[in-house]
């Protein structure tokens, strides 16, 4: 039996950068906080939080821990932004309270960032496609200069109606379903709407996707590995899901409960940008000597 990774499975670079960072920074000494996970990986957050790393889960508990330390206190901690970038008057609040405040939102991400608050501040209107309540999409939003849309799926798509006499720039999501997006981009533009494309799906995120649904197609059975809260991992499961009928969604090898007919040939293996290697080939591993 043949068992296949997905090429480009596991770690992004901009998850990379961000773990590395982290690790970095722990070896100063001083305090260090995250403000929120630094990427959507259960396991990877237990390993940094067991080496002292604390996670702040929101703005409200952000303000809590300013009013709890004093200002030398927080001159020496370090607050780590997430690869997932946060709202602009977050990272402004942090930096004005005195924190070491040390930027580790993916480059790609960063650059949505930078088009929308230019385009934003021109008058134009800004439609971001993605989940409303992803960490990326809040801090997407939190950069623009007036109001912004969000939407994720065909039929909110065949509904919108953008503010009259607005120009119409589109982005999305990095780890968004590009086929999805795609769809979505044409039903804008088949409603003749005044529409300016910005396709910010990061060339990783593309890849990975299209090359996990050429593994599906041929596979037996296809396990995909990824956080339970990771955008990314969920969308190649769903990818997975349209040609393998026998997917398996795990997010440690403890979840991994595989059931094979014996005329199985192929095993297909992909993972989310912030899967760890070290966790694929335990699965790769499991996978080679147990069937």
């Known amino acids: 039996m043949e068992i296949r990774l997905v090429a480009g499975a596991g770690f992004c670079f901009g998850v990379k950068r961000a773990v590395d960072i982290v690790y970095e920074q722990i070896q100063t000494g001083k305090t260090i906080y995250t403000y929120g996970p630094i990427v959507n990986n259960e396991e990877v957050v237990k390993e940094l939080t067991d080496q002292g790393v604390r996670v702040i889960e929101s703005r409200r508990e952000l303000e809590r821990l300013a009013d709890r330390d004093s200002p030398a206190a927080r001159r020496e901690a370090t607050v780590i932004i997430r690869a997932h970038g946060v709202p602009r008057e977050v990272q402004q609040y942090m930096e004005q309270k005195g924190w070491e405040v040390i930027d580790t939102t993916c480059p790609f991400v960063k650059r949505i960032h930078r088009t929308v608050e230019e385009k934003s501040s021109r008058g134009e209107h800004i439609l971001v496609v993605g989940s409303p309540e992803h960490p990326e999409i809040q801090g997407i939003v939190g950069w623009c200069n007036g109001p912004v849309d969000v939407l994720e799926t065909l039929e909110e798509a065949e509904k919108y109606v ?130």
């Open 162 to 291: 953008p503010p009259e006499g607005k120009k119409l720039v589109v982005v999305a999501q990095t780890t968004f379903n590009y086929n999805k997006f795609q769809t979505i981009v044409e039903i804008l533009k088949k409603k003749g709407y005044n529409v300016s494309i910005v396709n910010t799906i990061c060339n990783a995120t593309e890849d990975r996707q299209r090359e996990t649904r050429e593994v599906a197609a041929n596979a037996d059975a296809m396990i995909v590995i990824g956080g339970k809260h990771s955008s990314n991992a969920t969308k190649l499961y769903e990818i997975c899901r349209e040609v393998c009928d026998n997917t398996y969604f795990i997010q440690t090898l403890d979840d991994l409960h595989l059931e094979l007919p014996k005329s199985a040939r192929l095993v297909g293996i992909t993972a989310g940008a912030s899967t760890p290697n070290k966790l694929i080939e335990e699965v790769q591993n499991y996978v080679r000597i147990n069937f």
